[in-house]
Nanobody, 120 residues
Framework: QVQLVESGGDLVQPGGSLRLSCAAS????????VAWYRQAPGKQREQVAY???????NYADSVKGRFTISRDNSKKTVYLQMNSVSPEDTGVYYC??????????????WGQGTQVTVSS
């Protein structure tokens, strides 16, 4: 059974920082590519960033320079460091375990999501 559990979502002020975590189980973590997605009410789910098993990272233009995706294979955990957040970053953030192939990330397993709200 594959399980991904996100945590760390919170209310944060504009310009502030937050770190999300995703604990994985039931997968060979070091052989799995990972990603973060987010979804706001009334909007489509969008990919925020992905990180391959070999360490290649890719970011959406909207978060480049502000967010950092990382992983700790020994802890089987994915992180998303969010800096200089704005209200546009508000949404439910989901982690994903998938596959990277031929320059594209393919989502597979999803976590339950964690709420991030950026507001004064």
């Amino acid at each position: 059974q594959v399980q991904l559990v996100e945590s760390g979502g919170d209310l944060v002020q504009p310009g502030g920082s937050l770190r999300l975590s995703c604990a994985a189980s039931g997968i060979i973590f070091n052989l799995t590519s990972v990603a973060w997605y987010r979804q706001a009410p009334g909007k489509q789910r969008e990919q925020v960033a992905y990180l391959t098993r070999s360490g290649r990272a890719n970011y959406a233009d909207s978060v480049k320079g502000r967010f950092t995706i990382s992983r700790d294979n020994s802890k089987k955990t994915v992180y998303l460091q969010m800096n200089s957040v704005s209200p546009e970053d508000t949404g439910v953030y989901y982690c994903n375990a998938g596959t990277y192939s031929v320059g594209e990330y393919y989502p597979d397993h999803w976590g339950q999501g964690t709420q991030v709200t950026v507001s004064s």
